[in-house]
């Protein structure tokens, strides 16, 4: 998805000037990094509130006050940069910082994000097993990188390919697959379930959704108590609810039925964490989709920002064709008038001959 991300970007004129300084580079190849200490500073409020206290107080004045200019400011580039979370968590509103990353194996095929289990146990891919293990028994290929340069490679080579890319990478660096991004836990439950909960609603809509769905499964939380630090419910907690228990939290009978099931396939074994590191891209399509309220859209999103696959080519998002029309030289505003459907910028066939070059950081 590095690729679909960077042609939604491309469509915006690249600003002029020198371009950002890029990166330093990235430890050497399967060689942990050093973990750095992040620094702290406080600073001490000063008072400064003079007692005037005459006896006999001044006659107070008139004094005219300007009118209060309501036209919203609009942020500088240094404040944008303040808001924007550094890493990506496959979910719809945690902005909980994950811990300083710790260099693992990885390939851009598989599932490169660790996986929480309902227990609570940590799952990733490339256990010792399995690097000692034949990839004919795992069905797991050898790791050709780290997380530590996975991201690198992967901008490496699209620049190889289409040296144009270049100051679009640097522009808009890819938060999703850096060292930071990488070290998150997934909760694929939660994610799922937060992608259901967020399907034709605004992002303001989803959170509060959310919130009220975590509220439903906790106690009434301590005065200043985030409700991230409840815990999302897991499958078998959900599993067993009534339908209009669910929906107390704002669903809609048909989203309380999705979510409802979904857990129950977890439940049943049917979908686990272990098997969503065990299995290829095109399982993964297979299993989920064949989950109701999961659509292909959905379930290639949350292999991409949730499971950090790489090799993930979302070829029916509208964003992804106009940018991959507009990297290819075509006029985008007049293919928006033109009409033709899901696909009225580019065909299917047309995106993915195009982006074969770029496998497998598409």
């Not at 690097?131 to 050898?142: L, V």
């Not at 950090?308 to 290819?328: E, H, I, N, Y």
Request: charged share 25%.
């Amino acid at each position: 998805m590095t690729l679909g991300r960077l042609t939604r970007s491309s469509t915006h004129a690249l600003a002029k000037g020198p371009a950002p300084a890029a990166s330093k580079n990235l430890e050497t190849k399967f060689k942990a990094p050093q973990n750095g200490l992040s620094e702290s500073i406080s600073q001490n409020p000063v008072n400064s509130h003079p007692r005037d206290s005459p006896s006999t107080p001044p006659k107070a004045k008139r004094v005219k006050r300007k009118a209060v200019d309501s036209t919203p400011v609009t942020p500088t580039p240094a404040q944008v940069s303040s808001v924007i979370i550094s890493y990506s968590t496959g979910d719809i509103d945690d902005a909980t910082p994950p811990p300083l990353p710790a260099d693992r194996f990885a390939e851009p095929h598989i599932t490169n994000a660790p996986l929480k289990t309902p227990g609570g146990s940590r799952l990733v891919t490339y256990t010792k097993e399995v690097i000692n293990a034949s990839p004919s028994k795992t069905s797991i290929p050898r790791p050709t990188t780290t997380t530590g340069n996975l991201l690198k490679e992967a901008c490496d080579h699209l620049i190889k390919v289409d040296s144009r890319l270049k100051p679009l990478i640097e522009k808009y660096p890819c938060r999703v697959f850096s060292p930071e991004g990488l070290a998150e836990e997934i909760d694929p439950f939660r994610s799922l379930s937060s992608g259901i909960m967020a399907q034709q609603v605004s992002g303001a809509a989803a959170k509060s959704i959310k919130s009220k769905f975590i509220t439903l499964f906790n106690q009434a939380p301590e005065e200043g108590l985030d409700e991230q630090a409840w815990g999302f419910p897991t499958p078998a907690q959900v599993a067993a609810c009534e339908i209009p228990f669910l929906r107390q939290a704002g669903l809609s009978l048909r989203k309380a039925e999705y979510i409802k099931g979904l857990a129950e396939q977890f439940v049943s074994g049917e979908l686990s964490a272990r098997m969503l590191i065990k299995a290829s891209y095109k399982e993964v399509l297979e299993k989920l989709t064949a989950v109701r309220g999961l659509g292909k859209w959905s379930v290639e999103m949350f292999a991409c920002f949730g499971l950090k696959r790489m090799d993930v080519f979302s070829t029916g998002d509208l964003g992804v064709q106009r940018g991959m029309a507009a990297l290819m030289g075509k006029d985008v505003k007049k293919l928006k008038t033109k009409g033709g459907g899901k696909w009225k910028y580019l065909s299917e066939k047309e995106m993915l001959e195009q982006s074969e070059k770029f496998a497998p950081y598409r």
